[in-house]
């Protein structure tokens, strides 16, 4: 596949260094380095041009972006595509459905159900996944189309500049209706699941917002900060509301659920290329509404 992106060079960039240039938008360390390993990426005024040359007031840049295709098996499976562009989609997922093939499920992915998309349009794919949900998890994601995109989108999650809100059914409540989960996560030794409290490892910062409380159970909004595996499930556990459905940190209470209860409902961003920004919302899934069911795309972001 390629993406061609063209630039025109403004005043305030005379001078820089074609590499300089590129970082200012957004480009990550590890995308130049794949395009000066590759042949005829990057021209000015349609000459071939290097990343340490000088750029002038109204020099004209492409980036040829070259990628190969993601190697998978197409299946057709049930997956909503909220916006696409040449350079990301956003997707919603639904529960059960992993976000990459595995040898326990080779063909049953979300990058399976969108090469399956791509095939009956004859388009080639490539799958990059900017913000990874897990199996039973549903809602949004994001799914960058090429190596420059991913890149940038995860500096803009490094500079917590993409917003990702979920909600979720806890057992019993919070102590507070509102507020900060700031706890660092590790491993726990030879287990799949996070550890928490000072020194255990990466930082971690959720905010949520208890939306109601219901015999047994309560709905709470939760906002990720940071984007640690596991955080959202972590950090209810340790306030002592752990997810409805989660087996693995201690779920259970009432109503029962098949899946940890948490759906990623909002997800905003800057779209990378053009800077435009991007929003989007999607309900409750069928299993979550009924037990509870309202309007989550009319709740203010926390």
Known sequence: MARIIDYTVSPEDNGLRSETFLRRRGYSAHAIQALKHTGDSFFVNGCPARFIDRVKEGDRLSVHVYEKPS??????????????DEDVMVVGKSAGMPIHPSPRNPDGSLANALAFIAWQKGEAFSFHCSNRLDQDTSGLTAVSRHFVAAGMISEMGNRREILREYVA???????????????PLGWADGSFKRSWGPGAGEEAITRYRVLSCQK??????????????????????????PLLGDALYGAGGAPAFSRQALHAFRLGFRQPISGEDLMFSVPLPRDMAAIFDFDVQNIPVI
């Not at 190697?71 to 696409?84: F, K, M, S």
């Open 169 to 183: 059914f806890v057992q019993g409540a919070p102590a507070h209706e509102e507020g900060v989960i700031d706890l």
């Open 216 to 241: 047994g159970f309560s709905v709470v909004q939760l906002q990720l900060v940071t984007g640690r595996t596991h955080q959202i499930r972590a950090h209810m556990a340790a306030v002592g509301s």
């Open 71 to 84: 190697l998978l098996t197409p299946r057709n499976l049930p997956v909503e595509i909220l916006y696409a």
